[in-house]
């Protein structure tokens, strides 16, 4: 398994930008794909993930209702909609494949394959 993110940049408070995740290989409906971010200096976190068949959305509370994770099938990609984006979400974003259970999902542990990461600075 491949996982190819892009998408970050340099974009002004209240911007938004859109990452993309491409996953190589066959993803079964009970993967997740995840979205992590870590900050300089800091642990990763988890941000968002969503589960191959639509099943489970999560996200984390800093990003909810600014942040929408979705997957398209076909092209095996899971992107993440960041809108009104603020200095705290200057990171390196991760995205990552597993099967974690409902329990691990938004757990670093869940997943075992994981992408080169794409950086996102929010700055003026």
């Known amino acids: 398994v491949q996982l190819q993110a892009s998408g970050g940049g340099l974009v002004q408070p209240g911007g938004s930008l859109r990452l993309s995740c491409v996953a190589s290989g066959l993803i079964w409906d009970y993967y997740a794909i995840g979205w992590f971010r870590q900050a300089s200096g800091k642990e990763r976190e988890f941000v968002a993930a969503?589960?191959?068949?639509?099943?489970?959305?999560i996200y984390a509370d800093s990003v909810k209702g600014r942040f929408t994770i979705s997957r398209d099938v076909a092209e095996n990609t899971v992107y993440l909609q960041m809108n009104s984006l603020q200095p705290k979400d200057t990171a390196v974003y991760y995205c990552?494949?597993?099967?974690?259970?409902?329990?691990?999902?938004?757990?670093?542990?869940?997943?075992?394959?994981w992408g080169q990461g794409t950086k996102v600075t929010v700055s003026s």
């Open positions: 969503v589960r191959w068949s639509g099943a489970t959305i």
């Open positions: 990552a494949e597993g099967r974690p259970i409902l329990s691990e999902i938004r757990r670093v542990r869940g997943y075992g394959y």
